[in-house]
């Protein structure tokens, strides 16, 4: 796939990093291709840094990981993202994109894109290892368009997840996002620590 990074800080790049191993075009949208967060991620195979706007106009699929707040500058500068994919990895449990909820929200009301919120529910060690005594941990989505979550539940499996387990659709992103929350109040606030994930077990 042509994936376009806007957010290149921790998540962003950890997702970079692995989905470039796997063979993705990893396309790092950014301010200034000559200094930004994460420039050491252009040493990664396949990956290239250009404008936001022409990032994402070489992409089919496009990952957001950045403060909530800046996403309405964010969608103004990506240009026409009709019919493309885009995987919202944000959480607006500290800060909303006023006057909406969430990302997901305001994506889904101000663009024709197919959206999926993923990539969110855990921290980013996790994200650059997701496998503990051998086996992959799990990713959680959701959303409305199925396209969009087959697409994040190949790349969850591409960045080393053992699964992506459906939580349902749009109604249910805040859900997710407070599942985030539960994991930042048990590895952060708990002092559980950070090297700590989630996993569906079945009897």
Sequence with gaps: MNIAIIG???VGGALATNWSKKGHNINLGVRDV???KGIELLKNQNTKAHSINEAVAQSEVILISTPP????EIIEQMGDVTGKIIIDATNAVRQQPDPYKTVYHCLAEKTKAEIVKCFNSTGFENMLNPIYNGEGIDMFMAGDS???KKAAAQLALDAGFGTCMDFGKSDKVELLEKLALSWINLAIMQGHGRNMAFKVVRR
């Design 146 to 148: 199925e396209l969009a």
């Design 8 to 10: 290149t800080g921790n």
């Design 69 to 72: 707040t800046a996403i309405i």
């Design 34 to 36: 000559n200094q930004f």
